[in-house]
């Protein structure tokens, strides 16, 4: 189907736009009361993720009340680690935890490389649901945890300062690390290509731990995989968000994909000439500039338009919105974004 607004897809190949297209990770969520009052009416959170049509309901929400350029469906990463054999938990108020981990290679050995459609069926579902009721209004992207992210939290059970135990194996376990790697990288093609066939228009890969990584860590146990998933998708484009991972900006514009995204720690014009020109930048506003007043957000925006400058770039946080961000500040973000980056062509 034919688009309407296809600012997103167009910047993310490198075409030239009227204005920056805007959307926000974690937009589908808890920032928003309409989001809270579909949660409350269900058991949990993965009620939400598992009922296809309120899931499609909630990656809608932030299209009709925010005036975001994209939708992304709501889901989480950890469903991958569930459809391979860890059922995870959402812990109000306290994030998601894993009830068994991966401590042994027979651990590894018992984990599945999952089939999209008989253990991930719901998303695809929710998906399709997705495309039909957006009817062309904006792109949906789909995505996955980086294998590197899903391991620390397979080894480590739930989040972690440090995630020491998963740096750990990386040092006295190489082998059945890439192992695990290796497993969580086969199901995740297998996921994001069935994601595309359900109808997602663009997949974006999180590596939301990349940070604690040494830079050489980085390569071996991260980079390699997340190279493996972008060479499998060569007709979709894809965008690669590694938070912390500055030390790979060069290494990721030799990546077969389309946008890398920046974290607010990143320099602009550093990370332009590391990425290089071929490829599309998403970010950055800090996440803690929508708690201030409308005239510095608006201020902070405008900054950051100009230090992108108007071609190859998606306007973006440079993390997930933070659940407690009045909506009408992210509003008054995505406008400003709107109408600087018109002025600015
Ligand atoms: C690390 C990670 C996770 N999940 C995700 C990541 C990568 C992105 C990032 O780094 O922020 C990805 C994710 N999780 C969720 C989405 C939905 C789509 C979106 O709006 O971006 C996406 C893209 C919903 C969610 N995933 C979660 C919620 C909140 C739970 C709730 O509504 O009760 C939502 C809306 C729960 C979750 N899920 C996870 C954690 C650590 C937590 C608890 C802390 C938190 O709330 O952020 C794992």
């Keep these: 189907m034919q688009l309407k607004n296809d600012l997103f897809l167009r910047a993310a190949r490198g075409e030239k736009t009227e204005r920056t297209p805007v959307w926000l990770m974690r937009q589908a969520g808890r920032i928003l009361p309409e989001y809270r009052a579909v949660r409350a009416s269900l058991s949990g959170f993965k009620e939400l993720v598992e009922t296809p049509e309120f899931a499609a309901e909630v990656t809608i929400q932030p299209v009709d009340l925010l005036g975001v350029d994209a939708a992304i469906i709501f889901s ?28 042994t290679e027979k651990d590894i050995d018992q984990l599945l490389v999952a089939d999209p459609e008989e253990h991930l069926g719901y998303v695809l579902d929710a998906i399709k649901i997705t495309k039909k009721a957006l009817n062309g209004r904006v792109p949906l992207i789909g995505f996955a945890g980086a294998p590197f992210t899903i391991l620390a939290y397979m080894i480590e059970g739930s989040g972690s300062k440090t995630f020491s135990q998963a740096r750990k194996m990386l040092y ?20 994001l290509q069935a994601q595309v066939t359900a109808g ?35 007709d979709v484009p894809v965008t690669v968000f590694a938070k912390g991972a500055f030390f790979a900006l060069e290494d990721f514009g030799k990546l077969n994909c389309s946008v890398i995204g920046l974290d607010w720690n990143m320099n602009i014009a550093e990370s332009r000439k590391l990425v290089g020109p ?6 950055n506003l800090d996440p803690c500039a929508l708690y201030s007043d409308f005239a510095t957000i608006r201020k902070e925006t405008k900054k950051m338009l100009e230090a992108f400058g108007p ?6 946080l440079g993390h997930g919105v933070y659940p407690d961000t009045n909506p009408d500040h992210v509003r008054c973000y995505i406008d400003a974004v709107k109408e600087f980056s018109a002025q600015m062509r």
């Design 76 to 103: 989480d990463i950890l469903v991958v680690p569930e459809a391979m054999g860890l059922t995870y938990e959402m812990v109000e108020s306290r994030g998601p935890i894993f009830p068994k981990t991966v401590k």
């Design 172 to 191: 006295t376990e190489p082998a059945m690390a890439h192992k695990l790697l290796q497993k969580i990288t086969n199901t995740t093609i297998a996921y």
């Design 200 to 234: 997602a228009n663009l997949i974006q890969i999180f590596d939301s731990w990349a940070g604690i990584l040494p830079p050489a860590h980085y390569q071996e146990f991260s980079y390699k995989y997340i190279k493996q998933i972008c060479d499998a998708l060569p």
């Design 278 to 283: 071929n490829k599309t930048l998403q970010g």
């Design 311 to 316: 071609d190859r770039h998606i306007a973006n």
